[in-house]
């Protein structure tokens, strides 16, 4: 089975401190995404990553950054926690662009609390 | 660009009724077509996909087709279980690698 790990489920920080959430990956995919998840707004790109060191911003990437050293791991960092990146994050991975019909595989998520 | 407009919710049925949840596309090209289905507490997993117009992706009772005339992919159960209470994502991927997503529709199945 694909799997896509996000190693921490919940997370309560406090305004200003800085947070990362990690994600890997296990089958070698290209192409790995952040996304935020709030109520009535569905899913929302802050990042994604089409290879590695390679980073492109999505439809909300202010208040956030990415990294991506390593293939299976695609991090994202909140430089300075504030309490309206309170949120559901979920990370998700794909292989290559050569197929449209590529299906994501979604981690758990990460539920963060600023507080 | 590409975008994707399911039904609101929350769709509350009684288990055994018959579940309808609309979806419609607007893309450039032939996109492919997906509904992820997302369970309390957890991400997102893929329920059933289409490539092509007139494909019909089906999976654990669960069907859409895939209607290029009218650009819909509506999902479709004929008897729904209370453990089908999830919500529900319609999402289309064209040329890009980056999907589109829907809103998301919370369907909520009573005993």
């Known amino acids: 089975d694909v799997k896509v790990t996000q190693s921490s489920r919940y997370l309560v920080k406090r305004t200003g401190e800085k947070v990362f959430l990690e994600c890997v990956q296990d089958m070698d995919h290209e192409n790995m995404f952040w996304y935020r998840q709030d109520p009535g707004l569905g899913l929302r790109l802050i990042y994604f990553?089409?290879?590695?060191?390679?980073?492109e911003k999505g439809d909300i990437p202010e208040g956030y950054s990415v990294s991506r050293e390593k293939k299976e791991r695609f991090s994202l960092i909140l430089e300075s926690a504030s309490t309206n990146q309170t949120s559901m994050y979920l990370c998700a991975s794909s292989s290559g662009a050569s197929s449209g019909a590529n299906v994501l595989t979604f981690g758990a998520g990460s539920r963060l609390t600023v507080l | 660009g590409d975008s994707v407009t399911q039904m609101e919710g929350p769709v509350t049925l009684s288990e055994e009724a018959f579940l309808t949840i609309n979806c419609t596309y607007t893309a450039t090209g032939y996109p492919s077509l997906f509904w992820y289905v997302q369970y309390p507490g957890e991400g997102l997993q893929l329920l059933l996909k289409a490539t092509k117009a007139d494909d019909k992706g089906s999976n654990k009772g669960f069907e859409a087709t895939y209607r290029k005339e009218t650009t819909s992919f509506h999902l479709e159960k004929g008897s729904v279980q209370v453990s089908d209470s999830a919500v529900y994502f319609c999402a289309l991927r064209g040329g890009s690698y980056i999907p589109t997503f829907g809103r998301g529709t919370s369907l909520i199945v009573h005993p």
């Open positions: 990553s089409y290879d590695v060191k390679m980073k």
